[in-house]
């Protein structure tokens, strides 16, 4: 036997699950975390291919039916916002519908994922019905599969649903989490999983898979680098393209801007720009937006280290040497401790703290101590 997995990038996450097929070693329970947008779910569902199936080939008629969401074994829960019915009002079919309304958008594009205007989850009645599934005899295939995305975005009571199938595994099933917060599952989740971490895509592997999708070479290979290595931001600021701009690009730089002011503006304009932040709507989860805005600054504030120590040229915010010059005057110990602020800010957010609040909170500290330091 000879197993061939077909994902993006992560060589050794290949090696391993196709040695763990070969071999019959196939955990029940597996956490795909690490980089977020690194090929999770298509592992996932390329891994449920196989084990479904038993087919070598990922190009098996079988195992592509897996990969296109459409075997009757596979089932794919990601976090949703319900409709006017409460979760616990739907009947089973209205619930699974959501879900395999969701799995047909994925079979159409692998990349797809929903835009939500509120705060997405998973919940206890999904989880438990989808675990009662797993817990049945497989339906046509080898292995029944479950892949859940997000999976952190689960409360209390779905995770403690979850962990009762993980104390007592069903035989024949396959258990597949995604989180890039895996902090947030219950440790006892954790130490049932065999968890293995994936790194971010090398930018010619996201810039071919732009390519692909209609972009030119050079318009691929500008988009993947701002991505750093995340295929899905990648795909959406791919989607953002229009004959008259990319509006992903322009909040981008609106984004920069308000780091812009918060670092070099007056505290009045500071909070004003903070303000603005908090209370724009562009569609969408605001929730997420601000920790999306968080993330671009962790970003931001990294490679104005790596410049500032190394003298090297940009290798992400290649567009924005101008700016990267003139924040090149904070210390580099003021710039690891903003980073760490921000990745503790981005948390606060993601656990619904007040948006505005932490944002202020977290651009004052800048202006103090060790971290309003300039270098010399």
């Given at each position: 036997m000879a197993?061939?997995?077909?994902?993006?990038?992560n060589?050794?996450?290949r090696r391993r699950?196709e040695?763990a097929l070969d071999?019959g070693?196939?955990?029940g329970?597996?956490?795909?975390?690490g980089a977020?947008?690194?090929g999770?779910?298509?592992?996932?569902?390329?891994?449920a291919?196989?084990?479904?199936?038993g087919?070598?080939?990922?190009?098996?008629p079988e195992?592509r039916?897996?990969?296109r969401?459409a075997?009757?074994?596979?089932h794919?829960?990601l976090p949703?916002t319900?409709?006017r019915?409460?979760w616990?009002?739907?009947?089973e079919?209205e619930?699974?519908?959501l879900?395999?309304?969701?799995?047909?958008?994925?079979?159409?594009?692998?990349w797809?994922l929903?835009?939500h205007?509120?705060?997405?989850h998973?919940?206890?009645?999904?989880?438990?019905?989808v675990?009662?599934?797993?817990a049945?005899?497989?339906?046509e295939?080898?292995r029944k599969a479950?892949?859940?995305?997000?999976?952190?975005?689960?409360?209390?009571?779905?995770?403690?649903?979850l962990l009762k199938?993980?104390?007592?595994p069903p035989a024949a099933?396959?258990?597949?989490l995604?989180?890039?917060?895996?902090e947030?599952?219950?440790p006892t989740?954790?130490?049932r999983c065999?968890?293995?971490p994936?790194?971010?895509?090398?930018?010619?592997?996201?810039?071919?898979l732009?390519q692909g999708?209609g972009?030119?070479?050079?318009?691929a290979?500008?988009l993947?680098?701002?991505s750093?290595?995340?295929?899905?931001?990648?795909?959406?600021l791919?989607a953002a393209?229009?004959?008259?701009?990319?509006a992903?690009?322009?909040?981008?730089e609106?984004?920069?801007?308000?780091?812009d002011t918060c670092?070099?503006g007056s505290e009045?304009?500071?909070?004003?720009a903070?303000?603005?932040?908090t209370?724009?709507?562009?569609g969408?989860?605001?929730?997420q937006?601000r920790?999306d805005?968080?993330s671009?600054?962790i970003s931001?504030?990294?490679?104005?280290?790596?410049?500032?120590?190394?003298?090297?040229p940009p290798r992400?915010h290649?567009?924005?040497?101008r700016r990267?010059?003139r924040h090149?005057?904070l210390?580099?110990e003021?710039?690891a401790?903003?980073?760490?602020?921000?990745?503790?800010?981005?948390?606060?957010?993601?656990?619904y703290?007040?948006?505005?609040?932490?944002?202020?909170s977290?651009?004052?500290?800048f202006?103090?101590?060790s971290?309003?330091?300039?270098?010399?």
């Open positions: 197993y061939r997995l077909d994902f993006p990038g060589e050794r996450v699950l040695r071999l070693r196939l955990a329970a597996y956490l795909f975390e977020p947008g690194a999770q779910e298509q592992a996932a569902v390329a891994l291919a196989a084990a479904i199936t087919q070598e080939d990922p190009d098996h195992a039916r897996v990969r969401y075997h009757p074994d596979l794919y829960l949703l319900r409709g019915k409460s616990g009002e739907m009947t079919s619930l699974m519908g879900f395999r309304e969701q799995q047909g958008r994925k079979g159409e594009d692998p797809h929903p835009v205007d509120k705060a997405p998973l919940p206890i009645e999904a989880v438990r019905l675990m009662g599934i797993l049945t005899r497989p339906f295939g080898r479950v892949v859940i995305r997000d999976a952190d975005r689960m409360r209390a009571d779905a995770q403690d649903t199938s993980l104390e007592e099933s396959l258990l597949i995604i989180s890039f917060r895996p947030a599952l219950r989740i954790l130490s065999q968890r293995l994936f790194d971010p895509l090398e930018p010619d592997v996201v810039t071919s732009l999708r972009l030119d070479a050079e318009r290979g500008l993947a680098t701002l750093e290595g995340d295929a899905e931001r990648a795909v959406m791919a393209e229009t004959g008259e701009g990319n992903l690009l322009e909040r981008r609106a984004w920069l801007e308000i780091i670092e070099f009045l304009e500071m909070m004003d903070v303000q603005t932040l209370k724009r709507r562009d969408g989860n605001p929730t937006a920790a805005f968080l671009l600054a931001w504030y990294r490679e104005v280290l790596r410049c500032g120590l190394a003298g090297e992400v290649v567009d924005q040497e990267l010059r090149a005057r210390a580099p003021a710039l401790e903003r980073i760490q602020r921000c990745e503790k800010a981005r948390g606060q957010i993601l656990a703290a007040n948006a505005e609040l932490t944002l202020l977290l651009f004052f500290s202006r103090t101590g971290a309003a330091r300039t270098a010399p």
